[in-house]
């Protein structure tokens, strides 16, 4: 099997599941392809030389190797800097969680070696995710604007709100006053959607979410339309240029300017194990049944 791990950094108290990652691949005998700034992020943090089969610095460096899965290490913040990385490039990725919350990394400490057996005994499943594609006069994200979470229009600064001007395939749907807006997929839904009030949604739906950020009215809430319709957001406000983030991308765009929101003709696939599953996920993450009171 041929593995690729991807990372920029991770704390001095995750070294010792560094560690036990090399050592689990190494005695089942894999093939390890580690980013290269994280492979001389390991070398001078851990100060040791992990057995590895070689380094890639670039996506068609990644390509070329014939990768089976790619490992994110780190946060969900590293995921979706694992997807761009990636951009199109068809291979499985799975995330291993340094941190505190990770709904795309969800493999944690106290479950990597079974994880790990798992993903090298080849007993996994491959989860399809829809993608969002962002499409701006002169390409403002690049040859690669997709994203897997959301794309975000907000206010510059602590200026004054933004008017949103929202059509669904070209019909008017609404204008929204607020300090921002969140157009989101499924996998989205657990990210800056829900924590400005946005439902979680199942990855296997269909839909994209429109959650408003401090909207001014206070009777405009989240919608969900279905994933195949277009949506085009025009944006003014008293600045010249508002913010617009694609995962964790950003770019500043004129004021006035438009952008066509659909869904990507491309999914992504991620690695899914039998012992975890999306509502296990949540029950973790968000703590549900945990209250004393319900037990």
Request: overall charge negative.
């Amino acid at each position: 099997m041929k593995v690729a791990i991807f990372g920029r950094s991770f704390p001095e108290n995750f070294n010792e599941i560094i560690y036990r990652l090399f050592e689990k691949l190494n005695k089942y005998s894999v093939e390890i392809y580690v980013f290269e700034p994280f492979f001389d992020f390991i070398k001078d943090n851990l100060f040791i030389l992990p057995k590895i089969t070689d380094t890639y610095s670039d996506r068609d460096e990644l390509q070329s190797k014939g990768i089976d899965v790619i490992f994110s290490i780190g946060g969900d913040g590293t995921f979706l800097e694992c997807v761009a990385f990636m951009e199109r490039i068809n291979i499985p990725i799975v995330g291993i969680n340094s941190g505190r919350l990770g709904f795309l990394a969800y493999i944690s400490k106290d479950n990597l070696d079974l994880a790990l057996e798992m993903i090298v005994k080849k007993k996994f499943s491959i989860e399809e995710r829809s993608m969002i594609m962002v499409e701006t006069e002169n390409n403002a994200f690049g040859q690669f604007n997709c994203g897997l979470n959301e794309i975000i229009v907000q206010k510059k600064d602590t200026s004054s709100m933004i008017n949103v001007e929202v059509f669904v395939d070209d019909e008017y749907m609404t204008n929204y006053w607020a300090d921002g807006l969140i157009i989101a997929t499924p996998t989205g839904s657990t990210a800056y959607s829900l924590s400005a009030g946005g439902p979680i949604v199942v990855p296997e739906a269909k839909n994209f979410v429109i959650t408003p950020i401090a909207p001014h009215n206070l009777t405009v809430r989240p919608i969900i339309l279905p994933d195949e319709v277009e949506i085009r957001l025009t944006i003014h406000g008293r600045s010249d240029e508002f913010l617009a983030a694609l995962d964790a991308r950003n770019v500043f765009l004129k004021n006035g300017m438009d952008l066509v929101i659909k869904k990507a003709d491309y999914s992504l696939k991620m690695v899914r194990l039998p012992h975890i599953n999306y509502f296990s996920t949540l029950r973790s993450k968000l703590m549900w049944g945990m209250d004393r009171r319900n037990s």
